[in-house]
Antibody, heavy 118, light 108 residues
Framework: QVQLVQSGAEVKNPGASVKVSCKASGYVFTTYQIHWVRQAPGQGLEWMGIINPSGGGTTYAENFQGRVTLTRDTSASTVYMELTSLRSEDSAVYFC???????????WGQGTLVTVSS | EIVLTQSPGTLSLSPGERATLSCRASQSVRSSYLAWYQQKPGQAPRLLIHDASTRATGIPDRFSGSGSGTDFTLSISRLEPEDFAVYYCQHYHWPPVTFGGGTKVEIK
């Protein structure tokens, strides 16, 4: 069955960087793009960007341009999201999700809580 | 960027009642790119409806989606206890993918 398993919770100081992983299984890794979406405490969903695991091509939301980098390791069927220059407002749960048919996000990881605090 | 506005913010209903949730887009969108998700506390969102009206795999038929242009609706015909959650609509036409602010369906 399709699974996206994310790395564990992180606590970071303001100004630091965080790198979250998302390991895919149950399907051919290179055939589906992966999105990243975050959710601040008690808030809605915010799209961050998308990566094509086949060629590595990426597109980022304007709000995160210059601070977020999506990469992949095809040998490990894993996608990574790195966010730099962290501030308190970046405290959120970060989700990876599989793209389905350029229409929607059909499978989601369990989420990774990132807390930014001094 | 297309903005999605969901209403109401909170819907208080009893099990067995019908729920009707609205999602309005700031400009006309293709139905193909409109989806609905359910999210329960502490969980990831779950895809319910894609292409505005097609249920995702394994979704019960009490969930239905409709609409076109700028106005879309998610209906739950008879609320089950497990349906009390937050529901989001989403427009897929990155960049960016956009989500509505959500409607919470709570037990009355």
């Amino acid at each position: 069955q399709v699974q996206l398993v994310q790395s564990g919770a992180e606590v970071k100081n303001p100004g630091a960087s965080v790198k979250v992983s998302c390991k895919a299984s149950g399907y051919v890794f290179t055939t589906y793009q992966i999105h990243w979406v975050r959710q601040a405490p008690g808030q809605g969903l915010e799209w961050m960007g998308i990566i094509n695991p086949s060629g590595g091509g990426t597109t980022y939301a304007e709000n995160f341009q210059g601070r977020v980098t999506l990469t992949r390791d095809t040998s490990a069927s894993t996608v990574y999201m790195e966010l730099t220059s962290l501030r308190s407002e970046d405290s959120a749960v970060y989700f990876c999700a599989r793209d389905w048919n350029d229409r929607s996000l059909d499978y989601w990881g369990q989420g990774t809580l990132v807390t930014v605090s001094s | 960027e297309i903005v999605l506005t969901q209403s109401p913010g909170t819907l208080s209903l009893s099990p067995g009642e019908r729920a009707t949730l609205s999602c309005r887009a700031s400009q006309s969108v293709r139905s193909s790119y409109l989806a609905w998700y359910q999210q329960k506390p502490g969980q990831a969102p779950r895809l319910l409806i894609h292409d505005a009206s097609t249920r995702a795999t394994g979704i019960p038929d009490r969930f239905s989606g409709s609409g076109s242009g700028t106005d879309f609706t998610l209906s739950i015909s008879r609320l089950e206890p497990e349906d009390f959650a937050v529901y989001y609509c989403q427009h897929y036409h990155w960049p960016p993918v956009t989500f509505g602010g959500g409607t919470k369906v709570e037990i009355k």
